[in-house]
């Protein structure tokens, strides 16, 4: 990778923490940081807040349509989230959010498995490919990568710069949600990645 450079990719955290010790940085003991690190008091909202709010607010539907509750604004909610629901006689989870109407789809877990995806805005780390291929495929930060096939769009949208792909993941896949990354991976090498349509 002509253009990436690492640094530190061959040092492990605490080498680094020491260093960073040794030579007085004040960040050397700070906290591990498994959300969005400027968000100090650990509620993303707070931010999205003070940023000028949570988005329209609406309803909470089911998949028919049927309402089950308002809510103050869909900023406060994400693809995959349980917490912070109306009440049910089964456990819900966000399934879909209408920004632009308000609402915010609630259905069962089983709801949320994926068997494909389109990634739109790819961006690649190898020469573009042309053909379909194998690839590991993480659909969030702390995803484990799932086995998939990913197929270049036929539309000749593929290149270096943006082009769009289809995944074919070969289990299910939990809460595949549109706006988040998406990164392809042979084992430790990254060959690209784009956003979830």
């Known amino acids: 990778m002509p253009r990436a450079r690492f640094p530190l990719g061959g040092s492990v955290k605490d080498e680094i923490r020491a260093e960073a010790r040794e030579a007085g940085l004040r960040t050397a003991g700070k906290p591990e940081s498994m959300e969005i690190c400027f968000v100090t008091s650990g509620d993303y909202r707070d931010v999205v807040l003070a940023r000028g709010g949570l988005g329209r607010p609406g309803r909470f539907v089911d998949r028919s349509g049927r309402e089950l509750g308002t809510h103050g604004g869909v900023g406060g909610f994400t693809v995959g989230q349980r917490r912070g629901l109306p009440a049910s006689t089964a456990p819900q989870y966000v399934v879909a959010i209408d920004a632009d109407g308000g609402d915010i789809v609630l259905a069962p877990a089983e709801s949320l498995d994926a068997r494909t995806a389109r990634v739109q805005a790819v961006r690649w780390l190898i020469e573009p490919p042309r053909s379909p291929f194998r690839a590991e495929v993480r ?59």
């Open 139 to 197: 659909v969030r930060a702390r995803h484990e990568p799932v086995p998939a096939r990913v197929i270049p769009r036929s539309d000749g949208s593929l290149g270096a710069a943006a082009g769009a792909v289809d995944v074919e993941f070969e289990t299910p896949v939990r809460a595949v949600t549109p706006g988040q990354a998406a990164v392809f991976h042979d084992g430790d090498l990254v060959l690209g990645g784009g956003w979830l349509d």
